[in-house]
């Protein structure tokens, strides 16, 4: 089954503490991002990759780091949480041909920052 | 004036009501225009997909792109509470790889 998945699903921190939600695409996509969605503040992209080793930032990068190492794992890293950044985490894939709607969303990570 | 405006609902209706749903946009750069939908504790899942200005159907949903006033729609025929969930519209610049930029989304609760 096509999908892209996410862990932790749900996580509770403390500030200062690193941590990685790890994701992982199975469809062999070139194209993956991070999105983060806040209440009122609707989807924004943290962070994307077009190929391995290859990223650049979205709309809201400030503390967090992405690797693209392997074309399937596109980890996002928070270095030092803080409580600003309890969100609710997004990972997508995208195919590179067809246009930038087809991306593929996983289950979602919630993070909370104590 | 924000990039994408969406109204956050709720907006309720009765089984088997017309929906529409819209979104207006700022940015005249915009060409792809995309909705997709978002059950409870899930992912956004694509729904419709569409080039510059026109419609676009796919079974009970219509996409309707008018890029002089800058606004788009999704309609919903024949609803049914399964279509309850939250839509959202996106939008990019160009085919190639680049920021999709959403609406905060708008939730529907359809009745029996």
């Known amino acids: 089954e096509a999908q892209v998945t996410q862990n932790p699903r749900y996580l509770i921190t403390v500030t200062g503490k690193k941590l990685t939600v790890t994701c992982s695409q199975n469809?062999?996509?070139?194209?993956m991002s991070w999105y983060r969605q806040d209440p009122g503040l609707g989807l924004r992209q943290i962070y994307y990759?077009?190929?391995?080793?290859?990223?650049d930032k979205g709309d809201v990068p400030e503390g967090y780091k992405v690797s693209r190492k392997e074309k399937r794992n596109f980890p996002l890293i928070l270095e030092s949480p803080s409580p600003n950044q309890t969100s609710l985490y997004f990972c997508?894939?995208?195919?590179?041909?067809?246009?930038?709607?087809?991306?593929?969303f996983g289950p979602g990570t919630r993070l909370t920052v104590t | 004036q924000k990039e994408v405006e969406q109204d956050p609902g709720p907006l309720s209706v009765p089984e088997g009501a017309i929906v529409s749903l819209n979104c207006t946009y700022s940015?005249?750069?915009?060409?792809?225009f995309m909705w997709y939908r978002q059950y409870s504790r899930k992912g956004p899942e694509l729904l419709m997909y569409?080039?510059?200005?026109g419609n676009k159907e796919d079974g009970r949903f219509t996409a309707q792109v008018d890029k002089s006033s800058k606004y788009i729609s999704l309609f919903i025929r024949d609803s049914q509470p399964s279509d309850s969930a939250t839509y959202l519209c996106?939008?990019?610049?160009?085919?190639?790889?680049?920021?999709?930029?959403f609406g905060k989304g708008t939730m529907l609760l359809v009745s029996p």
């Open positions: 469809m062999n996509h070139e194209y």
């Open positions: 940015n005249s750069a915009f060409q792809y």
């Open positions: 569409t080039y510059s200005s």
């Open positions: 997508a894939s995208y195919p590179g041909a067809g246009g930038p709607g087809e991306q593929y």
């Open positions: 990759s077009m190929n391995v080793e290859v990223t």
């Open positions: 996106a939008m990019s610049l160009n085919s190639g790889y680049s920021t999709l930029t």
